[in-house]
């Protein structure tokens, strides 16, 4: 990279994707023409026509973002997902473009590349935070596992046989407990994901609530939960039982021992996300969900 650039762009892609190849190309290209500098994984650069000006780091760690404005990052949810854990410890703030079919995470769509570039060459954009949550696993007493989630962390069975027996914790009170398919623990920003595929409830993301959304739950008594950001939750598996699992976003997990707890609270590190415009939650959650509004002739003056 030159050294007088003032600024730098870190870009991950999904490389699989030949959409997000050809996409990279044009966000490079266009980043470089303004003057910006892009830095790519070394890793991803073999899959990507890069101009020779790109600078490519080796190891894929929070450091290889110093000096970062943004991390743009190309690609479905689980890409955006794996850009979230770059961003969250980094502090970098992460702009997604959706290449796949949902991308809540995303602020721009493939379509809208020429104006991503243009507004991170004239920096029109603004970062919000999203909150996440910690999560720790306990065994016997033992700290046995840590771990984070901006999404969810879902607590599951293994075997499809055998049902996953817990019993739910608010607060340091018990609340229920019956036999599962497993339990999400979400954000709000989650609750468009894993938990809205439970039967969840669609929060938006300015609310500040954690969720505890039961997965075909055998119970007369199992609906989603909405507590108080600050509170913390359990989920106790029994210890007569098989093992579960742990998945944080779908992207890390864990198993589970009988009688594993594992404990949600808020997250002391949030992560950063680049808004190009201000629409509305409602318009987003219209559009990416395709939902029906004909006829609506809007409220009255």
Known sequence: MSQNRARTVFLLAHTGRPAAIRSAELVVKGLLREGIGVRVLEAEAMDLPLPA???????????????CELLIVLGGDGTLLRGAEFARASG???????????????????DDLDKVVERVATRAYEVEERMTVDVVVHRNGDIVHTDWALNEAAVQKVSAEKLLEVVLEIDGRPVTGFGCDGIVLSTPTGSTAYAFSAGGPVVWPEVEALLMVPISAHALFAKPLVTSP????????????????????GRRTVELPPGARVEVRRGAVPVRLARLHHASFTDRLVAKF????????????
Do not use: Y
């Open 53 to 67: 000006e790109v600078e490519l780091v080796k190891e894929a760690t929070p450091q290889c973002l110093d000096g």
């Open 92 to 110: 970098v703030p992460m702009l997604g473009v959706n290449l796949g079919r949902v991308g809540f995470l995303a602020e721009a769509e493939r």
């Open 230 to 249: 600050d509170s913390v939750l359990a989920v106790e598996v029994l210890p007569h039982i098989p093992p579960g699992v742990l998945w944080c976003d």
């Open 290 to 301: 395709a939902l029906p509004v004909s006829g609506w002739r809007g409220a009255p003056h």
